[in-house]
């Protein structure tokens, strides 16, 4: 199962990858089994999915410019891109870092994921909540799978799968994430295992590996025909699996999960402003840029100037021999 290249920026991108061959925006056409097929995923904190959804189809999509303004001023979006491939498995997966930072300071504790390409918008999908009113439990998102529909190469929709909580004890659950507005569900890692609050290490950094589970992975799937009347094969094998059994994500909560079937939170809010705080502290140490912390390290400084070493000193020119003696007759 390939991961896709990935890109995490903000919308002022999109006018620079307008003419890239990632830029999710660019007009539609057919394309067959194979090809590179880039997709937007955009996060949005604060805003609840009803909202989000009506706001998108009264602007016509993610690729309004005068939308995106209005998401980026008004609540903070970013943008995810990924580039797929036709009728392959994909694991989506974004930085935890990545995910944390783009709703620092919410003002509702919550961040909704909206997958597009072109005109075709998928509904909203909640990806981390600490807002039980809104989402019944809270946490982020482990898994969930997308499944893109095709008609002979032409998308026609994005729709999330319904991944259930039976592995995080159910509907009723504190850990199971509900969105209503796409009819799904969601196991979640608590927000309790997500903060440094409770690490163990001094030097703890979002950025770690232990925090990998509280990253969504998104299954990528695709159903219909290709370009060329080909019938799509992954997206029936979604279908019939639970994507918690095909993402290697699943097989670090598995243990966990059974053991939390009956957490119950002692204090959301609270946990919720751990993660805050986790937010501003290293957000601050990496300089205010998302990805700071992805950042290779800076290359070794020149060794010291050093006066260039002495010429050699030239051998000294060797004395004539002396002259043959005379001959005697």
């Not at 009723?172 to 969601?186: D, T």
């Not at 279908?239 to 290697?248: F, H, P, V």
Request: net charge negative.
């Amino acid at each position: 199962m390939a991961r896709c290249v990935f890109l995490f920026a903000a919308f002022a991108m999109l006018a620079s990858l307008s003419y890239s061959m990632y830029d999710p925006c660019q007009p539609l056409s057919p394309i067959s089994r194979g090809d590179a097929f880039p997709l937007g995923l955009v996060l949005v904190p604060s805003i609840s999915a009803s909202y989000l959804a009506n706001l998108t189809v009264s602007n016509g999509g993610i690729c309004n410019t005068t939308f995106q303004n209005f998401l980026i001023a008004n609540y903070n979006a970013s943008l995810a891109i990924f580039n797929l491939r036709m009728d392959r498995l994909q694991v989506l997966k974004m930085p935890f870092p990545d995910i944390v930072f783009s709703m620092y300071m919410a003002s509702h504790p919550q961040l909704s994921a909206v997958a597009f390409r072109g005109n075709v918008t998928s509904q909203p999908v909640y990806i981390a909540s600490g807002n039980t009113s809104e989402t019944n439990g809270a946490g982020f998102m482990v898994s969930t799978a997308l499944l893109l529909r095709f008609d002979l190469g032409q998308l026609q929709y994005l729709q999330w799968y319904d991944m259930t909580c039976n592995e995080c004890g159910g509907v009723r659950s504190e850990l199971c994430i509900h969105s209503n507005q796409a009819s799904v569900q969601a196991c979640a890692t608590p927000l309790t295992s997500c903060t440094c609050a409770n690490s163990t290490s001094s030097n703890c950094s979002l950025a770690d590996d232990v925090f990998d589970v509280c990253s969504t992975a998104i299954n990528a799937a695709w159903l219909g025909t290709d370009s060329k009347s080909a019938v799509m094969r992954t997206g029936p094998q979604v279908q019939r699996l639970n994507a918690y059994s095909i993402t290697s994500l699943f097989n670090q909560a598995r243990d966990k999960f059974m053991e939390l079937k009956d957490f119950v939170y002692s204090n959301v809010v609270s946990s919720w402003n751990d993660i805050n705080q986790d937010a501003l502290n290293q957000y601050t140490s990496f300089e205010g840029g998302l990805s700071q912390y992805a950042r290779s390290s800076l290359p070794s400084p020149p060794p010291s100037s050093s006066p260039p070493p002495s010429p050699p000193v030239p051998s000294p020119i060797p004395q004539s021999p002396p002259p043959p003696p005379n001959s005697t007759s």
